[in-house]
């Protein structure tokens, strides 16, 4: 790593104050942020305008004005009438606008789920290096206490507590309890505190 890099990393790590850490923390989510769309490919970057638009009020606007002409103009006498009523050309371009815009809201949802996806990762490996830390600080303090002999007795929550997470035991134990829950549920019972 370079200078810039060692600099990064050290002002991240020897903070000041709480706005430091913040302040790193910003930045790091920004640069993160910048690293998503920088990946992002035509397509996204199309669907991503169009769906903003579409979700703006000018987008509602420009439609009631085009479509209160459109109906102005075929119903008002003494106009020639191109889409008479039951304004059947008018349907087709709104069904077909429809199945456009629902396609374009599609990919940008998809890409916002992909971003979503890595930020969910993410947050999954921070949380396990935060549990792993944690889990050697525990067993480190459990063994200076008993060199120091502050305690006799072994704490069975703290040998517990000592143990290693392991993602799937914990990912097996939540669909376990989701599908027992299920199950209750189906039968009518509930379960007992």
């Not at 549990?131 to 063994?143: A, F, P, W, Y």
């Not at 072994?154 to 914990?170: G, K, M, N």
């Amino acid at each position: 790593m370079g200078a810039g890099g060692n600099h990064e990393h050290s002002s991240y790590r020897r903070p000041r104050s709480v706005a430091d850490v913040t302040r790193e923390n910003v930045r790091a989510m920004r640069r993160l942020e910048d690293l998503a769309v920088a990946h992002r490919t035509v397509a996204d970057r199309i669907a991503e305008f169009v769906a903003k638009f579409c979700g703006s009020i000018t987008f509602v606007w420009i439609h009631a004005v085009i479509f209160g002409a459109w109906l102005l103009w075929n119903v008002l006498p003494h106009l020639p009438h191109f889409d008479p009523y039951p304004f059947t050309f008018l349907t087709l371009c709104v069904s077909l606008e429809a199945i456009f815009l629902s396609s374009f809201i599609l990919i940008a949802q998809n890409y916002e789920m992909r971003v979503s996806e890595r930020r969910n990762q993410l947050d999954l490996q921070i949380n396990l290096l935060a549990e792993q830390e944690n889990t050697k600080m525990l067993q480190l303090l459990d063994r200076m206490a008993k060199k120091m002999g502050l305690y006799e007795e072994d704490d069975p929550e703290i040998a517990v507590l000592e143990q290693a997470t392991r993602p799937e035991t914990l990912a097996k134990q939540i669909e376990d309890a989701l599908r027992e829950q299920t199950r209750h549920k189906r039968n009518g019972t509930r379960d007992k505190p």
